[in-house]
């Protein structure tokens, strides 16, 4: 799916990252929403040059859970598919692992796995 401003998951998505964003860099401007979109996942999870193999697990894990918070607690989403939180972190932390992906190809996950008031 295209990154899109009319798709509840993908707002709320970058939302999230641009407070990631503006929390690391105080002072900065907010990002724009297709900027948002570009970004890779290892932004999102604090990844650093010389993190071990176990720390980014460790980091993309807590990402995961911080992610689902903001989801369930600040939009209050809901699972799509019933599935329990853990899994849908789990999820999320193996989707943040992967370095290729992008925070577009995050927001699919978000998308596939949860649904947003409204929807």
């Known amino acids: 799916m295209a990154w899109s401003k009319n798709n509840k998951a993908h ?43 176990a720390m980014e697990k460790q980091k993309a894990e807590n990402t995961g859970i911080f992610f689902c918070g903001m989801f369930e607690g600040f939009y209050r989403a809901k699972s799509e598919t019933g599935i329990p939180t853990s899994e849908i972190e789990t999820a999320f932390a193996d989707h943040l692992a992967e370095s290729t992906n992008t925070v577009t190809s995050f927001a699919d996950v978000v998308d596939k796995l949860y649904l947003f008031e409204g929807e």
Not at 17 to 24: F, K
Not at 32 to 38: I, L
């Open 11 to 53: 707002i709320a998505l970058c939302f999230v990252a641009s407070y990631i964003h503006l929390h690391r860099n105080p002072g900065a401007p907010k990002p724009s929403f297709e900027q948002v979109g570009s970004w890779g996942v290892r932004y999102l999870i604090d990844y650093r040059a010389g993190d071990s193999p």
